[in-house]
């Protein structure tokens, strides 16, 4: 398949800039994937779906402010810095704009939120074929521990304004425990506590998987070949109890709702061919999920709605069916019906469920 057959047309209007007042306020998209028909649902229901010991997985990694603010020390020159992966305490990868100004060698200082300076800065050590810089933090033992004071919770570009001190906690998932994401798990933001109360209270059971999500997962894919995309690689753990109650719920026959695609990536990464075990503990994938592809791990799929040419797009559109073509015309599908019923896009927007 080519990256052109995931494109849609969504007017801009329909990109979420907000989050709403209450998370499990937005709407529910219901995908039946053997009937092909959709039901127009609020996220409040989602327990309708559902029934006693049927398992629901969610991704508890917790978003890093990981937007950082600087100036150059010779010149003065603003930069704006991402951080997208740390390779040793003090050293990272990360995207800095201008790109052009931060060539090896260049030292910034760091700035407060509020605009006042600080003592950390950090110097460019090298780049990479991506146009990522390698940065060492000075001036602090560990930048993990500075974020919360320096850095601003990174929303993606296609909200356009700057983070508020609300996004702080919207732009979090409220089980959210493990910091490590670049970008939040987004199909989790639509839990608010009184949800996981009121599946539990159904005997609906709740378990944590944890992925870091990076960049990579977003980003477009730029090649129209789907064989020469490469994903990047993401790191995921999965404890022993969360791997036991995945095994009991296939073998006793109950259903499994993968929350969110970072989730059914991990479970799919960490599933053995042969046996179809899950496999505990820590791990790296690099899975790039499209049509056709055979899932193992998970019998519903709980998502936001995704960019055009994603390769989150892409793995909607294979759980939709086991066929090369019939789940991406069932998603695009249901995608214009989302247009035509106003539905909100993308991360601070509206949810699909494919059972």
Request: include cysteine.
């Amino acid at each position: 398949m080519r990256a052109s057959d995931f494109d849609f047309d969504l007017p801009e209007a329909l990109i979420a800039q907000e989050p709403l007042a209450e998370r499990d306020a937005s709407r529910l998209l219901v995908i039946n994937r053997s009937t092909g028909t959709f039901q127009h649902r609020r996220f409040k229901d989602l327990g309708d779906y559902f029934e006693a010991d049927d398992l629901v997985v969610l991704n508890n990694s917790r978003v890093l402010r990981a937007r950082l603010r600087g100036v150059n020390q010779r010149s003065g020159g603003a930069f704006e810095l991402l951080l997208v992966e740390e390779t040793a305490p003090n050293l990272w990868w990360a995207m800095i704009k201008p790109g052009k100004r931060a060539r090896v060698g260049t030292r910034i200082s760091l700035s407060h939120p509020a605009g006042s300076p600080t003592p950390v800065h950090l110097e460019v050590k090298a780049t990479n074929a991506e146009g990522h810089r390698q940065v060492h933090f000075e001036g602090t033992e560990n930048i993990l521990t500075e974020l919360d004071q320096l850095g601003e919770v990174p929303l993606p570009p296609y909200i356009h304004r700057r983070a508020e001190a609300t996004d702080a906690d919207h732009y979090q998932t409220v089980f959210g425990g493990a910091p490590g994401s670049v970008a939040a798990p987004t199909a989790g933001l639509h839990f608010a506590r009184d949800t996981l109360t009121g599946l539990q209270s159904r005997g609906i059971r709740i378990c944590e998987v944890t992925l870091h999500v990076g960049l990579g997962t977003f980003a477009p894919v730029k090649v129209e070949s789907l064989e020469d995309h490469v994903m990047h690689e993401e790191r995921y753990a999965i404890s022993e109890a969360s791997a036991k109650l995945i095994q009991t719920t296939r073998r006793t026959g109950r259903r499994i709702l993968a929350v969110g695609t970072t989730v059914l990536r991990t479970l799919e990464s960490a599933t053995d061919a042969d046996s179809a075990e899950v496999r505990s503990g820590p791990g790296r994938t690099r899975l790039f999920i499209h049509p056709p592809y055979r899932f193992r791990s998970a019998d519903a799929l709980l998502t936001n709605f995704h960019l055009p040419r994603s390769t989150l797009l892409m793995l909607v559109c294979a759980f939709a069916s086991p066929g090369a073509t019939g789940g991406r015309d069932l998603i695009l599908r249901a995608y214009a019906e989302a247009v035509r019923e106003r539905y909100r896009f993308f991360s601070y927007g509206d949810a699909m469920l494919i059972l």
